[in-house]
């Protein structure tokens, strides 16, 4: 049995304020939509006891695939430099670090007699999507957390990227409860304020600008709980130089956001 060590690999963010052009502190997408301050990232590889190997700084308006395709060849380049080439290593990192070009170094290593690095990721969304609807799925409980919530599981075969690979979904009935009320708050929340727009704001004042008022729909239905969900078309009303809404519910997709969630 091959000697196994786990790199994990995981991106920090930090902040600074000034007033001068920085070619680390820029604007990008934090995970804490503090977007008007510029931010400076960071890549940093650790053990599984926390120790860390090497790490990277990035500016803040480079995303995570594209740095995380250069670190992780870093890392390579380090583990055989410095380690035994028996080791196996097993690299693990979240999903919005997973791309294309980054699984090809990793998969660049490994042969048919020895799979030198394996990798552990998170799948977005996109990428599982024909399973959220499959009933057919069999779960088992494979642990309890800390707070005693009871995960489930089913392994199968799912392409990524044109390759196959092993893939766990999991399922924990505690967690679905709580995303679930998530998706109906936020859900009855978006149905009320377009009713309230549509009763007692629009064509009234700061809302005549058919581009604005477009502008705050959309921002209003993009969350991902009613994205394709709700959908709002401005429309004229006959013979008045005013708007209204036409607001549909899919049925269909509403019930699917229920099982997704």
Known sequence: TKKKNIIDFRNITTYQKNKYDD???KRGKPKNCKKHLRQINYALAVTLDGIPLTYETYAGNINDPTEFKEFVQQVINMVEKKFNPDIQYIFTFDKGMLGKDCLKPL????TKEFKKILFVSALRPSMCSEFFS???LEFKSIY???KDKNIEATELKHKIYGKEYRTLITYSKEKYEEDFTKFFEKYSEVIFELEDIQKTKLNGPHWTDKIKV???IKKMVSNKFVKDIINVKIINKQKQDQMELDITIDE???ESCR???
Do not use: F, S
Not at 107 to 110: H, I, Q, T
């Open 107 to 110: 998969e660049d290593k490994n």
């Open 259 to 261: 099982e997704r969630v």
């Open 252 to 254: 269909i997709g509403r």
């Open 214 to 216: 477009k502008d705050r």
């Open 134 to 136: 499959d009933l057919t």
């Open 23 to 25: 070619q680390l502190a």
């Open 144 to 146: 309890q957390t800390q």
